[in-house]
C-alpha cells in the first residue's frame, strides 16, 4: 500500500509534466485540426532554454520558468506562422508530414548546436524530502503540482471568460462562422499557439528540475506520451487532457512499481490501442462524428 | 433617396464545366429589404456565398460602401468581408454549438472591443472593463430580441426556431450594414414563420440596416420583402416589387413550369 501511493505521487508528478503538454495538443488539435508533433520539441527548446538562462544569467527560478513560457510562446508562434500557416488549406496528411519535419528539424538542430550530449540541468532549487506516513514527496514534486496547477486554472479562466477564450471555442467550432462573425481567425490560432507553447515551456523547465538531465531529443518520448494523453482524454477537450494525463503518468509509475519498469512504454501504447478501439472518442470528447 | 449599398456587377461562378451563377447583376440599396428566390438549383446559395465573401467569383464584381467608398467583396476573404459591413446565417444553422447563446453572440461582438495580450492572460481593469461593455452589449440584443430565458443555455440545446432566431441575433452583433439571411424560415411553424417576419422587419427599421434573403415560404416573401431578384437555372429571370415578379410571366412559368396564360 505504501508503495502504491508513493508511486502514485511519482504518477502525479509525471503526470502533471504530460498535462502541461497534452494541453496544448488538445488546444491546437481543437482549432486547426492537426497533430503538432513538434510539440514535445517545443518543450525541449524550453528546457534548454531555462539551462541558458539559469547558467548564463543566473536565473532564479521563478525567472526561468517565465523565461521559458515566453520563449517558447515565440518559438510556437513562429512555427505556425512558418510551417502551418502556408498549409491553412492544404490536405492534413501535408500538415502532418511538415509536423514531423519541424520536429526533426528542431531536435537535430539543437544537436548541431549543443551536441547530442545529455546535460545537467542547474539545480536552482535545492531538494528537501518531506515525509509523512512513510510517503516520500520532495518540494520540487509539490512545485509541479502548484505549477500545473495554476497554469491549468489561468487557462481554463483564459477559455471560459475572456475574449480570446470565446474567440478561440467559436473558432474550434466553426471556423467559418467565425471568421464571417468577425473573429480574426490567424490571430486567434497564434494566441493558442503561444500559450500551448508557454505550458509546454514550463514542462520543459519542470521536467529539468525533476530529472536533473536535458538533451535534444528528451522531447520525443514525453511528447508522444503526452499526445497518447490527449487521444485517452478525447482529443479537443482540455479537462480530457489533463486527465489523461494524470492517467498515463500513473500508469507508467504503476508499471515501474510492480516491477516492469521495461514495460511501461508498452503499457502506455496498449492503453492508447484499448482506448482507440473501444472509445475512439476519448473520455471527455465529443461523440458526434465530425463534420466535414 | 437611399445611396446604394451592394453592388453586383455580371457575376459569373463555374464549377469545372458547370455555371452555377451566370452572369448576375443586381443592387441593393440601404435599409433595403431583398428577397432573392428561386427553383431549387438556381443558384441562391452559390450567390450568397460569394456575396459574403466565402467563395470567389469566376468573373464580375461585387461592392460594398464602406465609409463613402466602394469595397471589392469578391475574392477577398471572409474576416475583411465582416468588417465591411457585411453579416449573414446559414441555411445549415451554424451556431457555436457549445457556447453558450450569450457567448455565441459576444463573440460576433468580438471585432468592436479591444482587449491586449497582457489583459486576457492576467486581467487587468481594462479587461473588466472591456468584459462589462461586451457582456452588456450582448444583454442589450439579448433583451431585443427576446432571447432572456435561453440566454445561458448551450446554443445546440435549443429548438429549431430558437437557434436560427440567435443566429440572426449573432449575425446582428456584427454591426451589419446588410444582412444575408439564408432560408431563415426553414424548418419553422407557420407561428414561428409569423414571429420570424415580425422579428426581421425590426431588425431593419432600428438597425438601419439592408437585409436580403433567401426564402422559399412565398406568403413570408410576398408580405416582406420590398423587392425581389428571381433566380433560375443561375441567371436573373426577373426582378421588381412582389406584385410586379408575381405577374411576371416567365416567373409563373419558372414556379409552375407550365404556360403562364393557361395557368392564370
Known amino acids: ?292 | 433617396m437611399a445611396e446604394k449599398l451592394l453592388t453586383v456587377r455580371n457575376v459569373t461562378r463555374q464549377f469545372g464545366g458547370l455555371t452555377a451563377v451566370n452572369d448576375v447583376s443586381m443592387t441593393i440599396y440601404d435599409n433595403e429589404l431583398v428577397a432573392l428566390i428561386g427553383p431549387n438549383g438556381a443558384g441562391k446559395t452559390t450567390l450568397f456565398n460569394m456575396l459574403s465573401g466565402l467563395l470567389p467569383a469566376t468573373s464580375g464584381t461585387i461592392a460594398i460602401r464602406h465609409d463613402g467608398r466602394f469595397y471589392k467583396v469578391s475574392g477577398k476573404g471572409a474576416t475583411s468581408v465582416a468588417q465591411h459591413g457585411i453579416s449573414r446565417t446559414f441555411q445549415n444553422i451554424r451556431l457555436f454549438g457549445d457556447m453558450t447563446v450569450r457567448e455565441n453572440i459576444m463573440a460576433a461582438l468580438n471585432n468592436q472591443f479591444k482587449e491586449s495580450f497582457w489583459g486576457t492572460i492576467i486581467r487587468t481593469p481594462h479587461y473588466y472593463r472591456t468584459e462589462r461593455e461586451m457582456n452588456d452589449a450582448a444583454q442589450k440584443l439579448i433583451d431585443r430580441y427576446h432571447l432572456t430565458a435561453v440566454a445561458d443555455s448551450p446554443a445546440n440545446k435549443l429548438p429549431y426556431g430558437m437557434q436560427r432566431r440567435v443566429e440572426i441575433v449573432r449575425a446582428l452583433a456584427t454591426k451589419p450594414k446588410i444582412i444575408f439571411l439564408d432560408e431563415p424560415a426553414a424548418g419553422m411553424n407557420p407561428e414561428e414563420t409569423a414571429e420570424l417576419t415580425t422579428m426581421i422587419r425590426q431588425l431593419r427599421d432600428e438597425n438601419n440596416l439592408a437585409v436580403l434573403l433567401i426564402e422559399h415560404d412565398m406568403s413570408l416573401v410576398m408580405s416582406l420583402a420590398e423587392r425581389i431578384y428571381v433566380l433560375d437555372q443561375g441567371e436573373v429571370l426577373a426582378s421588381g416589387t412582389p406584385k410586379e415578379v408575381s405577374q411576371n410571366p416567365a416567373v409563373v412559368k419558372a414556379y409552375l413550369g407550365g404556360d403562364a396564360n393557361a395557368a392564370g
Open chain 1, 1 to 292: 500500500m505504501q508503495i502504491f501511493m508513493q508511486q502514485l505521487i511519482n504518477g502525479l508528478s509525471l503526470g502533471s509534466i504530460y498535462a502541461l503538454l497534452a494541453l496544448g495538443y488538445t488546444m491546437i488539435y481543437g482549432i486547426i485540426k492537426i497533430i503538432h508533433f513538434a510539440h514535445g520539441d517545443v518543450y525541449m527548446l524550453g528546457a534548454f532554454f531555462g539551462y541558458y538562462t539559469i547558467n548564463v544569467w543566473h536565473f532564479n527560478f521563478i525567472m526561468a520558468l517565465f523565461g521559458s513560457m515566453i520563449f517558447c510562446a515565440l518559438v510556437g508562434m513562429l512555427i505556425e506562422f512558418v510551417a502551418y500557416r502556408p498549409l491553412r488549406h492544404s490536405s492534413r496528411i501535408a500538415v502532418l508530414i511538415t509536423a514531423i519535419g519541424v520536429s526533426y528539424f528542431l531536435e537535430n538542430g539543437m544537436s548541431v548546436l549543443f551536441s547530442g550530449d545529455t546535460r545537467d540541468f542547474p539545480q536552482v532549487i535545492k531538494q528537501v524530502n518531506y515525509e509523512w506516513f512513510g510517503i516520500r514527496v520532495t518540494n520540487i514534486q509539490l512545485l509541479i503540482f502548484a505549477t500545473t496547477i495554476i497554469l491549468m486554472i489561468i487557462l481554463q479562466l483564459i477559455v471560459k471568460k475572456t475574449k480570446m477564450g470565446r474567440a478561440m471555442r467559436a473558432a474550434a467550432a466553426d471556423p467559418v462562422a467565425a471568421e464571417l462573425m468577425g473573429i480574426n481567425i490567424n490571430g486567434t490560432i497564434s494566441f493558442v499557439f503561444a500559450i500551448g507553447s508557454a505550458m509546454a515551456g514550463a514542462a520543459g523547465v519542470l521536467i529539468g528540475l525533476y530529472y536533473n538531465s536535458i538533451e535534444p531529443t528528451m522531447g520525443l518520448t514525453p511528447g508522444i506520451k503526452a499526445f497518447v494523453a490527449a487521444v485517452v482524454g478525447g482529443v479537443g477537450s482540455i479537462p480530457g487532457a489533463a486527465v489523461g494525463a494524470v492517467i498515463i503518468g500513473c500508469l507508467e509509475s504503476l508499471m515501474q512499481a510492480i516491477g516492469f519498469s521495461a514495460f511501461k512504454d508498452a503499457a502506455v501504447y496498449v492503453v492508447l490501442i484499448i482506448v482507440l478501439l473501444f472509445l475512439p472518442a476519448g473520455l471527455f470528447g465529443n461523440k458526434q462524428p465530425e463534420k466535414v
